[in-house]
């Protein structure tokens, strides 16, 4: 069993106003085999949590840590988080033109698993996701993501996590821009490789619809760049009906002293 650790991790970024504070002390433990999912309003921090565990050099980590089986994430590069096992499905997923679908998935195998697969199965392994995931096997020759449709990109970054088997995978809102039809094909896919890969996933979303189909083992409410409420899959539901109102009229009101005291 692998573990995921961040502890009171604290992330800024650089704005045309200065120095902003995003993440103020964030702690999560995930281990292979669980399923944690994050939700919280827009602004709260989340994507940001998921681009810092992947080390985007936008996000600048003040304080704290992030471990993966007591090694020191932060001093990774991003290819040597991909190889250590961190795989993030994007938000918005990036157009690569001049590069086939084929080749960037060959090459990213070889990459991660530091040789080459074995054509033959590859090939096959290749064709058989791309079915289960109802991607046309056009697109196998397409340039990554050029010309795509939202749902046909979110498609795409999950038969990359089934064909990389990583240890742990980051999902930044894989459900936005989804129809109910490509959630559920997007879900399942998610679910394959968790169970296959004894996966540890980290779900970002705003909604409980992609929870119908992948069941959190615990839930985390993001606010204001911390994590304000934990619980397991009750909690998704308690979210649900009442939003997120009383955690921001809690943030309004523990700011009220804090700016009286300054």
Do not use: C
């Amino acid at each position: 069993m692998s573990t995921l650790e961040i502890k009171d991790l604290h992330v800024s970024i650089e704005t045309e106003q200065g120095t902003k504070e995003i993440l103020k002390g964030v702690s999560l433990t995930i281990r292979t085999g669980e399923t944690h999912a994050i939700m919280g309003p827009n602004g709260s921090g989340k994507s940001t949590l998921a681009s810092t565990i992947a080390g985007h050099p936008r996000y600048t980590v003040t304080s704290g840590s992030i471990t993966l089986d007591g090694e020191d994430v932060l001093e990774m590069s991003v290819d040597e988080r991909a190889r250590a096992g961190v795989f993030l499905a994007m938000q918005y997923p990036v157009e690569v033109p001049g590069v086939t679908m084929t080749n960037f998935l060959r090459t990213a195998k070889t990459a991660i698993d530091g040789e080459a697969p074995k054509l033959r199965t590859w090939t096959k392994d290749v064709k058989d996701a791309m079915e289960q995931l109802r991607i046309d096997a056009d697109f196998a020759q397409r340039n990554v993501n050029e010309g795509f449709s939202g749902g046909e990109k979110k498609r795409v970054e999950i038969l990359q996590l089934e064909l990389f088997k990583p240890k742990f995978a980051v999902l930044d809102e894989t459900d936005s821009g989804l129809d109910v039809d490509a959630l559920k094909i997007v879900s399942e896919g998610v679910n394959r490789a968790h169970a296959e890969g004894n996966m540890g996933t980290l779900l970002i979303t705003h909604y409980t619809r992609i929870l119908r189909y992948i069941k959190p083992d615990f839930v985390h409410v993001f606010v204001d760049g911390q994590v304000v409420e934990e619980g397991g899959p009750e909690l998704a539901d308690r979210l649900e009906e009442e939003g997120y109102d009383r955690y921001a009229k809690g943030a309004g009101a523990a700011a009220a002293p804090a700016a009286a005291q300054a």
